[in-house]
């Protein structure tokens, strides 16, 4: 095995370690089991986090949706993350951010910035100038030229994609080398596969809301239904929801089943009006817009998850609920993990959006 890129004696003699990265749910979703990994194996190093905003901007109107990052309560619940700085989705904010950070002083830098990925060189160093900073680093082309010099602030590059690609790996598989390389830690299989730790209040809350709409005598199975991302590619049409419920019902197995379809806010209306119009029965409509942990706690109470390519159908393998993935081609390396947990489906032809999956081919995966 080759040396660590961050030197043993340095991690070792170092009280405290920070990693930069821009983080969806999906992303952190399997990067915490690495950080937890990291934790097990350094547990003399507190472990600090920056989540950058890639939507940082001037305009006043968006901070109060950006500071909302249901991501935060999650990250805020983490017993291995000793401290997060989340509040840079300001220009003001970022500079403060970076005071704040340098005052730390820290020993040890690790950008995990994908997009950009010179920007987070630069920024690392920013943070800590005589520290040792590592990041991530693509094979160097004529249009990466004028970074040059940035990259050469590191003491020490990844390669984004150290993963063997002719073996297909999966998202957890690159994160895992990482992680190998960087430090020397060893993640098998087994321990890829996301987790997520519910507090009590929000399995309770989860069970008053089925008693609230009479699921909790259900007779049948129950049914979790998300159409939605953040991107029209990989959201399924509302209609389709409507479709697939009827067509469900008329198969003996799921004749008796109650369903929640998931929206995200700005949606709520469309969807609560789809299926006041559909006159569906049994149907409830759901979204978690007070806390993170109102949707994994939904989750576990349910017997299956039919959800397009988010956060959804990971935390699914989180808890441990069967799940019905509706993919593209194009990002294979996001399906879910847990295999035996999880029956993707993907779009019949690579250009096609996840809205190009019929409802035919669902039933087919549940037949």
Known sequence: MND???????????????????????????????????????????????????????????????????????????EFIDKTYKQNYSPELFEASIKEARAEHYPIVVSLGTLRPHFYANLARRISPDGFVVGLKKPMRLSGLP?????????????????????????????????????????PPRERIPFVHIPARFVEGAKTRLHEWGFDKRQG????????????????????????????????????????????????????????????????????????FQLPAMLAQCDLIVSVETAVMHLANAVGVPVVALMRQKT??????????????TAHQRRDWVKAIPVQDVMHALA
């Open 332 to 345: 294979p390396e996001w399906a879910p993990v847990d295999k035996a947990n999880s029956t993707v489906i």
């Open 4 to 78: 660590p890129l961050i030197p043993s004696d340095l991690l070792k003699k170092s009280d405290k370690i920070l990693f930069i990265a821009h983080l969806a749910l999906g992303d952190y979703t399997y990067l915490q089991n690495c950080f937890q990994a990291f934790a097990r194996a350094y547990p003399h190093l507190k472990l600090h986090l920056w989540v950058d905003e890639v939507r940082r901007t001037s305009d006043a109107s968006q901070w109060p949706h950006l500071k909302k990052n249901v991501l935060y309560d999650w990250l805020d619940a983490c």
């Open 221 to 292: 199975k129950l049914v979790f239904i998300n159409p939605f991302a953040k991107t029209r590619k990989r959201c399924w049409p509302v209609e389709r929801v409507a479709e697939l419920i009827t067509t469900m019902r008329g198969q003996p197995e799921w004749r008796d089943a109650c369903f929640i379809v998931n929206a995200v806010p700005q949606e709520v209306e469309r969807v609560k009006t789809m299926l006041a119009e559909r006159q569906l029965d049994r149907t409830e409509l759901f979204s978690a817009n007070e806390n993170f």
């Open 147 to 187: 970074h040059y010099f940035t990259y050469r602030k590191l003491d020490a590059a990844l390669d984004p994609d150290v993963a063997d690609r002719s073996a297909a790996p999966h998202i957890s598989d690159v994160h895992a080398e990482w992680f190998r390389q960087l430090a020397g830690v060893e993640i």
